[in-house]
Structure formats: structure tokens, C-alpha cells
């Protein structure tokens, strides 16, 4: 009597013990695919990781060629204002000038563009900036030296170098504002803005230079 109901306990328990078989082959395969999303995700990540490196060197290489176009319409234009274009002969000043107008169509069918991505208020600092530096612009013809000096305290606000003037702090806090590439095109424009103003007076004192040899000629001619 005693080992039938041994033996009937034995096969009452024997069900139970095959129901926890599945249980337990079910977390480790639970615990299997956690390993194998890890490992996913770990790699997809590392991929991401290679990809953002690929997607700032492409967007150097195309901040890069944006500023290659501008150097290259800089220069072109000013060859075509230089003194020297001055003192050939009319056919050939003609010529190259035909030749700096096909090299400056051809560098301007070349469109690069480089997108900033900016908050509200960085967006509102690049154009209190633009302003301030195209309100010095539409006054240059008013007073050359006056802009150039203003230019000058404006540019000294960009740069880490110890500036050899004055220096307009309320552009700075206003370029300090900006996203980090817009304060770099900043820069970059009133660079270019300097540059032309420098070959400008050079142009105008070789001119002043030329009139004044011409006077002096001609008075040694009348005596």
C-alpha cells in the first residue's frame, strides 16, 4: 500500500518536472537573444560611429570647395581691376578680359552649399552680425578710411590674436552668439572685405602717383 502511493507520487510529480524543462530552455534562449541584441546594436553603433567621422569630412571637403570658389571669383576679379590691366593695349586688355569672364562663368557653375543648422537664437545673431557689417559696406564710397578702420575693430572681434587696434565689443558678443561655422564665414567676409579695400588704395594712390608725375611734367614743359 505504502509503495503504491510512492509510485503514485512519482508519476503525479513526473508531469510537473516536464513542464520546468520548457521553462528553463525558454530563458536561455530569452537569455541567447539578449546577447545577440547586444552584439546588433553594438556593431550598428560602431557603423553609425564610422559614418558621422565620413559625414564631417564631407561636409569639410565641401566647406573647403565653397571657399576655393570664392578665392577663385576674388581673384579673377581682381585681375581684371589690377593696374596692370590698365597698361596694355586696348585689344588686349579685350582679350583677357574675355578670358577672365569665361573663367568667372565657369567657376559659377559650380554651386556648393553648406547648410548651418541653427537655433532661433543663433539665426538672430547672424543677422544683427550680417547687418552691422553691411551697414560699414553701403557707407565705404562716404568715407574709405573711416570704413576701413571700423572693418578693422570688427575683424580684431573674430580673431584669437591680439588684435593691433581697437576692437568692437559689441560685434563680439554678438559673433560670439553665432554658430560656430557662421562665425568663421564671418571672419572669412570681412578678410575678403579688407583685402579689397587694401588693393583699392593701393590702386588709388598709384592713380594719385600717376596724376601727380603728369603735373610735374607738364609744368617742366612750360617753363
Known amino acids: 500500500m505504502a509503495q503504491a ?5 512519482a508519476s503525479e510529480g513526473a508531469p510537473q518536472q516536464q ?10 534562449g530569452r537569455f541567447y537573444r539578449s546577447t545577440s541584441m547586444a552584439d546588433r546594436s553594438s556593431r550598428l553603433l560602431e557603423n553609425l560611429d564610422q ?3 565620413r559625414v564631417e569630412a564631407f561636409r569639410d571637403a565641401a566647406s573647403a570647395m565653397e571657399q576655393e570658389k570664392e578665392t577663385l571669383l576674388e581673384m579673377i576679379h581682381n585681375i581684371q581691376n589690377s593696374q596692370d590691366m590698365r597698361h596694355i593695349s586696348e585689344g588686349e586688355r579685350e582679350e583677357l578680359n574675355l578670358t577672365a569672364n569665361r573663367l568667372m562663368g565657369r567657376t559659377l557653375t559650380v554651386e556648393v552649399s553648406v547648410e548651418t543648422i541653427r537655433n532661433a537664437q543663433q539665426q538672430e545673431s547672424l543677422l544683427h552680425a ?5 551697414e560699414i559696406v553701403n557707407k565705404l564710397l562716404d568715407d574709405l578710411e573711416d570704413a576701413k578702420m571700423r572693418l578693422l575693430s570688427l575683424y580684431g572681434a573674430c580673431t584669437s590674436d591680439v588684435p593691433a587696434g581697437p576692437i568692437d565689443q559689441k ?3 554678438v559673433v560670439i552668439g553665432c554658430a560656430i561655422e557662421d562665425q568663421k564665414k564671418i571672419k572669412r567676409r570681412l578678410e575678403t572685405l579688407l583685402r579689397n579695400l587694401e588693393n583699392s588704395e593701393k590702386s588709388i594712390t598709384l592713380l594719385e602717383h600717376q596724376k601727380s608725375s603728369l603735373r610735374q611734367s607738364c609744368n617742366t614743359k612750360q617753363d
Do not use: N
Request: aromatic share 4%.
Open 51 to 53: 559614418l558621422e567621422l
Open 19 to 28: 513542464q520546468q524543462q520548457p521553462c528553463a530552455g525558454q530563458l536561455r
Open 130 to 134: 550680417t547687418k552691422m557689417i553691411d
Open 5 to 9: 502511493k510512492i509510485s503514485a507520487k
Open 171 to 173: 560685434f563680439q558678443s
